[in-house]
């Protein structure tokens, strides 16, 4: 209903809109035509009272304009300070700025709504990604800060599981601040390179044992890319925010089991995998895979 009247208004708005402008041309028509024959002798004196009457018109008619535009609900104008005068700027390379200043309120406007309506809908879900129980009737769980560990308690942690196995050896550094990155060495099956914050795993990387390590770019063998999706899975498996370092040992362990990744036969069929452009044996980690052999197929 607002809405039809608002169009309504508009609409009423823009014929008186129409009428003043016609009658502001039919002004400047009168004059630039003076006089005419039909005035007659006191043809001065007609034209005079031709004139104040047009103009009287006009002035009806600004008057029926004004008071339709003050009727319409025009939103408040933008308070753009001293901003305001670049309106009035006659450079050309300055006269865009204030209609640019313009939109980009009307934008600060629209999302500071549209985050509004988001924060309305948002503190209506009940659904939250912690483990702390937000009951103000019940005790609350002490914040974790895995992310935040001295890098003396993380360095002992890796060192403990590094002294574990004597076909795994893992280099701590530190490339980006206290956050350690850990190089992995598995015998000579693979290398893997996983990024901590704190004592939470972040990013794992596997390649083979002859390829450069780095943290971002994937193996060119389809068998350790295909090894590296395993170790994000696992990653996430293993997280445990309330136990950070037997997370990290159950990952280490996990991965250490890739050492018979190509000596370990299929469980399948008994036969080893002899081409390396292949999927590797990970029917440890996936039991709906297609069969890896060709005996398998059969």
């Not at 390649?207 to 994937?218: H, R, S």
Request: hydrophobic fraction near 35%; glycine fraction near 4%; aromatic fraction near 10%.
């Amino acid at each position: 209903m607002n809405q039809a009247i608002n169009v309504e208004q508009l609409n009423s708005a823009l014929t008186s809109l129409r009428t003043l402008r016609s009658s502001v041309s039919y002004v400047f028509e009168t004059l630039s035509n003076g006089l005419r024959a039909d005035h007659g002798e006191d043809g001065k004196d007609k034209f005079l009272i031709e004139l104040q009457e047009l103009l009287n018109s006009v002035n009806i008619n600004l008057r029926d304009l004004e008071q339709t535009v003050n009727g319409l609900p025009i939103p408040v104008p933008f308070n753009l300070g001293n901003t305001t005068y670049l309106s009035q700027e006659t450079t050309q390379d300055r006269q865009a700025l204030y209609t640019q200043l313009v939109n980009s309120y009307k934008w600060t406007d629209k999302i500071h709504e549209y985050s509004s309506f988001a924060h309305t809908l948002l503190s209506q879900n009940s659904l939250k990604r912690s483990y702390i129980n937000s009951g103000s009737t019940k005790r609350r769980g002490k914040l974790q800060s895995n992310h935040n560990v001295a890098p003396l308690q993380v360095d002992n942690v890796i060192n403990n599981i590094d002294r574990s196995y004597n076909d795994m050896k893992i280099t701590i550094s530190r490339p980006f601040a206290s956050n350690a990155v850990v190089s992995i060495n598995l015998s000579h099956v693979l290398k893997a390179v996983v990024a901590f914050k704190g004592l939470l795993m972040e990013w794992v990387m596997v390649k083979g044992y002859g390829e450069t390590l780095d943290l971002w770019t994937e193996s060119r063998h389809h068998v350790f890319r295909k090894v590296t999706e395993n170790a994000h899975a696992a990653m996430l498996h293993f997280y445990s925010p309330t136990l950070p370092e037997l997370a990290v040992r159950s990952f280490m362990t996990w991965l250490h089991s890739y050492v018979n990744l190509f000596s370990e036969p299929c469980k399948r069929c008994g036969c080893h995998l002899h081409h390396t452009s292949l999927l590797p044996p990970a029917w440890r980690d996936f039991r709906t895979l297609e069969p890896f052999h060709d005996e398998c197929k059969q």
